[in-house]
């Protein structure tokens, strides 16, 4: 594990990549939730089950939550620190391939840096919140038709933020890999009653993402190299 300091503008924060625990296909660039961090259950969880899918992945506090404050930042500032983030992940291991994204609001503001043109190979999405609890007309959907990379998404079935047939209606014809874990919350819980685990919801996102990230390389290995 490599955990350093990087430079947002006139602020410190802190970054760790984990190595895939198996080969690897590129480094994940995964961003933690609005009431989360870099350590939190859930995205280590993920970044576990990641990481047996062939990702490097690289956790980070986002500054409010590097000073221990629970009120996020505005989004330029989310997306200029994973902005910066990525720029030193560039310096420290040159990656193959550079995915973004995150947790609720960390993927958010990473796939709405990507709807700006910032350069990466891909989005992976986790429990992508389209809109807030309990207003499902306050959609966050507006920069979705601007993003050209390719996009994987999980979410629950009983996400709060995230009415299925809302998604399902936003994406249209948008070619995203839209994956829905069944039974499954906005944290990724499923209930006893369904007869599975939140395990077995982790193990289901590691089997996806592994062979969206083995398509998204073999795509690449058929396409001239990228400019710098």
Not at 40 to 59: E, I, M, N, T, Y
Not at 101 to 112: D, E, L, N, Q, V
């Amino acid at each position: 594990m490599l955990q350093w300091r990087i430079a947002v503008g006139a602020e410190e924060t802190t970054a760790v990549l984990e190595p895939a625990l198996e080969g690897t296909g590129g480094v994940f660039v995964c961003a933690h939730g609005a009431g989360g961090h870099m350590a939190d259950r859930g995205l280590v969880g993920a970044a576990q089950a990641l990481r047996s899918a062939g990702f490097d992945v690289v956790r980070f506090n986002f500054l409010y939550r590097e000073k221990r404050s629970r009120r996020p930042d505005p989004m330029p500032v989310l997306k200029d620190c994973i902005a910066q983030v990525v720029a030193d992940v560039h310096r420290q291991v040159n990656p193959r391939r550079l995915i973004l994204g995150g947790r609720s609001m960390g993927g958010r503001a990473a796939s709405m840096l990507a709807a700006d043109g910032f350069q990466c190979d891909g989005l992976l999405l986790l429990a992508y919140p389209l809109h807030p609890a309990g207003k499902p007309e306050k959609l966050r959907d507006a920069h979705l038709p601007q993003i050209r990379v390719p996009v994987l998404c999980f979410n629950g079935t009983r996400d709060e933020l995230c009415r299925r047939a809302l998604m399902e209606k936003t994406l249209g014809k948008l070619p995203w890999q839209m994956h829905w874990l069944e039974g499954a919350d906005h944290s990724f819980h499923v209930l006893k009653s369904s007869g599975r685990k939140d395990d077995d919801v982790l193990k289901e996102i590691a089997g996806v993402s592994q062979a969206w990230l083995s398509r998204l390389n073999a795509q690449a290995t058929r396409l001239p190299a990228r400019g710098n």
